[in-house]
């Protein structure tokens, strides 16, 4: 009985010579096709995710450099004057002296004391900085406005400040 089971199974598996190429070659086609939606999908997915991190990086950059002007516009000043696209502050700290100027798609602030001077950056490395500008308002507000840009997102800008311990002046 043994037997005639083995000589029944190779008398089958010689009918159907030739047809396990044309399988394995079916299941290689319906495998890269299911390889190829997955990629699509997958790669729409990453896109997305990509898009989403780069616009959370804006709105990071956005709330560091509007609570860095903040503190030192509307706290820290004492007189504040706006030439061009620069604002010039004296600190109500000593005698600190800030200059907040945009170069190079970076927004800078240099600070002036009695023992020297340094610049520090307000904005982000990642992030570029475009279109800055800056002007007085009546009394005691100015209006800073700027493109934050970062790959293919960009993000606008325009903060009012209202300066509690100072008139805002403009030399224009």
């Not at 804006?58 to 609570?67: G, K, S």
């Not at 509307?74 to 005698?95: E, F, M, P, Y």
């Not at 800055?132 to 800008?157: I, M, P």
Request: net charge positive.
């Amino acid at each position: 009985m043994a037997t005639g089971l083995r000589l029944s199974e190779r008398l089958r598996l010689r009918k159907q010579s030739g047809y396990l190429l044309l399988e394995v070659l079916c299941s290689l086609l319906l495998a890269a096709a299911a390889l190829l939606v997955l990629l699509r999908t997958t790669r729409g997915g990453v896109e997305s995710l990509v898009r989403v991190r780069e616009q959370l990086l804006l709105e990071n950059a956005r709330r560091h450099i509007t609570l860095q002007l903040e503190k030192t516009l509307t706290l820290d000043a004492v007189k504040i004057t706006i030439r061009g696209q620069k604002i010039n502050c004296v600190s109500l700290h000593g005698n600190k002296r800030y200059l907040i100027y945009c170069e190079k798609q970076k927004l800078l602030q240099k600070t002036t004391t009695g023992t020297g001077s340094g610049v520090n950056p307000l904005s982000l490395e990642e992030v570029q900085v475009k279109d800055w500008q800056a002007e007085a308002l009546t009394g005691r507000d100015a209006v800073v406005s700027f493109t934050l840009s970062r790959g293919r997102q960009k993000l606008a800008v325009r903060q009012r400040l209202h300066c509690y311990n100072v008139e805002v002046g403009s030399d224009e």
